[in-house]
């Protein structure tokens, strides 16, 4: 279906919706959007008194044609969160795979559409993972993160690298830059975290100018935990006894080197080193009264990365990313025996990105652009006859966006070519796939505080992992690639009363169709101890997505910040055949949702938050042994900020999971109960 030139169905869908949408452009052409600038002449100067400044906690891109939620700043210091991971769970529509504990593989899934299909940016360069397609976010601290930003479908803008069109959800991450004043040249910031779990974490972030067109940040983490906490085991008829979590220590240090360039001619470049190092124990899944493991897992991360953003001539804008990566894994499992003693697997992944996109300005209201990226992955083990897989891939992305005062159209021509060649194995057949994308954004009324309609259509892919088509006795080198299609219609509306103690009203809803096509599943072939994968299934996705925040503000420095965030998702196996036809699929649960709240009071913060993750099943069959319990946690955290002279101290203390709540995300991964963190910074 997606495989050759684009179906004439999809053709004609296109042509049929610009015509409605452009027949519009007439209406919206004499209103504008945007608030006008007053003019200096006209304005006035006021004695006022203490001003307290306030902002909105979840923050949402009003006009774009794609849902997007974002958390910043304070924002994301208000979550009580640890890792990226933690604080992806706010956000609606996310399923996030945790398997317990500080040192637990974390994995995001959106829409569940699984996680292959949401791509994961660093400072807008993609982090790949040929391997297994999954990137986890337990890794990344909120340390030195200034912005996450979660996009449905794709990045709204046309000026970003190819990669980013070809994703069915994406996922950035944008580090801390430098924001000295002309006095201060260079600024220290340590944290030192404690708390449950043996948890040590102390931290180091350097900023400073070098020049006038240079400034440096540096930042050093150190992540030390016993992983151990109490846990209840169930069997049938009741909680049968409460254990101690093993093996699920982590020691873990990341180092990242950034240099930012502003050049005098106009434009900037980002030079950024990463590496991060840790080992840790992999504490299992709890069954048949096993409650100690000891497999291990050693994890090694480089990569350097260079963007550059220039104009080369007039209404043309440039830009160039490159990278290069190298990860090394390492699992043993004393468990598992052979003729050489333990299992002790080692991979080696390489990887190279290039993209370069241009993009010029036709008028005020017209950009094109043209992306291209070429990625290189290439896998070595130390295993007998390892396939050796090594694949090139070519993306192309020619894109267009039309935007008047109350209007906005982008459409996007989506072209991938991937070739992959391995030294042992039958060798698949090279991939070519084109795509259509197609946004709008539209303002039916006047004002910039009004309603704002959107809407989405899109086709993407996803390869199959390496692990998918090589690994022993259960890779399946045949294996096509998961094609997806996605239906969203939303609104978004904000208000901002000009006086009172109500601050700010924002209101965003989306009501999606997805469709998932040669999903990638595991099927049982010569016994039950082996399996392979196999292109069977189809999936179906219908959900809503809600989510509301309000602000105010009253006299003495007292400001509150509410959010609520509400998903339903409909997701059934539709595989012609299957014996699980209609059923819902694993770990995505029909009900879901988040609240979170804050007061301010001048040096002093109250945060609260609370998840809830309605009955799931963890398999595909909906019968009662295979039903999953639906789990909520409530999260309380107090800071207290006070700046003495030039030093801004900070110090937190959070309780989570109040109410000590026993629960699973993943089924026999047990999660922590109660815990605390106490948090000392010093900004100097």
């Not at 803008?157 to 070809?166: L, N, V, W, Y």
């Not at 002309?182 to 931290?203: A, C, Q």
């Not at 649960?589 to 099943?617: D, K």
Request: proline letters at 3%; one cysteine or more; hydrophobic letters at 35%.
């Amino acid at each position: 279906m997606k495989v050759g030139p684009i179906p004439e169905r999809n053709w004609y869908w296109m042509i049929s919706f610009l015509s409605l949408i452009i027949s519009l452009k007439g209406n919206a052409q004499d209103n504008s959007v945007r608030q006008k600038l007053i003019p200096l002449d006209t304005a006035r100067v006021y004695d006022i008194d203490e001003v307290t400044v306030w902002t909105s906690r979840t923050k949402f891109d009003l006009t774009s044609p794609m849902p997007a939620q974002i958390l910043r700043g304070k924002d994301l210091e208000q979550l009580n969160s640890f890792s990226v991971a933690d604080a992806v769970r706010y956000f609606s529509g996310v399923q996030l795979k945790d398997y317990g504990g500080i040192g637990g593989l974390k994995t995001v899934n959106v829409r569940s559409l699984g996680s292959a299909h949401t791509s994961v940016f660093y400072d807008g360069v993609i982090i790949a993972n040929a391997q297994n397609g999954q990137v986890d976010l337990g890794k990344f601290s909120l340390d030195n993160i200034e912005a996450i930003e979660l996009y449905n479908g794709q990045k709204s803008s046309i000026f970003q690298p190819a990669k980013g069109f070809f994703t069915s959800n994406a996922l950035y991450m944008q580090s801390k830059s430098p924001k000295l004043s002309e006095e201060d040249k260079s600024r220290v910031k340590g944290s030192f975290e404690t708390g449950s779990f043996g948890l040590v974490n102390p931290s180091v972030l350097f900023e400073r100018h070098l020049g006038k067109e240079f400034s440096l940040a540096a930042n050093v983490e150190l992540v030390r935990a016993n992983g151990k906490y109490n846990y209840r085991y169930q069997k049938e008829g009741g909680y049968d006894t409460t254990a101690v979590r093993q093996n699920g220590d982590i020691t873990s240090i990341r180092s990242e080197v950034t240099l930012y360039q502003e050049f005098k001619s106009g434009g900037k470049a980002t030079y950024k080193a990463y590496y991060y190092d840790s080992e840790r124990g992999l504490p299992g899944a709890i069954v048949a009264n096993i409650f100690s493991h000891y497999q291990r897992l050693w994890d090694r991360n480089f990569f350097i990365q260079a963007q550059l953003q220039k104009s080369l001539f007039d209404k043309h804008d440039m830009l160039f990313n490159v990278k290069y990566s190298r990860d090394y894994s390492r699992y043993v499992d004393p468990d598992y025996q052979t003729i050489e003693g333990a299992l002790d697997n080692r991979y080696y992944q390489n990887g190279l990105y290039a993209s370069l996109v241009n993009q010029y300005r036709v008028n005020s209201w017209w950009n094109v652009s043209l992306a291209g990226d070429l990625i290189y992955n290439a896998l070595d083990a130390n295993l007998y006859r390892f396939a050796y897989p090594t694949r090139y891939s070519y993306y192309l992305a020619l894109s267009s966006a039309m935007e008047w005062d109350r209007l906005e159209i982008q459409t996007n021509l989506l072209g991938a070519y991937v070739d992959e060649q391995v030294e042992y194995y039958q060798q698949g057949d090279d991939q070519k796939v084109f795509c259509p994308v197609i946004s709008v954004s539209y303002q039916p009324f006047g004002g910039y505080e009004a309603l704002r309609l959107r809407a989405f259509y899109k086709e993407s892919f996803r390869m199959p992992t390496f692990n998918d088509l090589y690994y022993t006795f259960v890779g399946n080198t045949y294996l096509r690639p998961e094609f997806t299609e996605q239906y969203n219609l939303g609104a978004t509306w904000y208000h901002e009363p000009a006086e009172g103690f109500w601050k700010a009203f924002n209101v965003q809803v989306d009501a999606y169709y997805n469709q998932v096509t040669d999903k990638i599943v595991a099927m049982p072939s010569a016994n039950l101890f082996r399996w392979t994968m196999m292109n069977l299934g189809k999936v179906e996705i219908k959900g809503l997505e809600t989510n509301a925040n309000v602000t105010m503000g009253f006299t003495k420095g007292v400001l509150l910040d509410f959010g609520l965030s509400y998903t339903f998702q409909h997701a059934i196996d539709i595989t012609e055949g299957s014996t699980v036809y209609g059923d819902q699929i694993p770990y995505t649960p029909v009900h879901s949702g988040s609240f979170t709240a804050s007061a301010t009071y001048h040096n002093w913060q109250l945060n609260y938050s609370y998840i809830y993750t309605g009955e799931r099943y963890s398999q595909k069959a909906n019968i009662p042994v295979n039903h999953v319990q639906p789990w909520y946690t409530s999260d309380l955290g107090l800071s207290w900020n006070k700046a003495i002279g030039k030093t801004k101290c900070n110090l937190g203390l959070e309780v989570n999971n109040i109410f000590n709540q026993y629960y699973d995300v993943v089924l026999n991964f047990p999660m922590p109960g109660r815990n605390y963190r106490l948090k000392l910074s010093v900004n100097v």
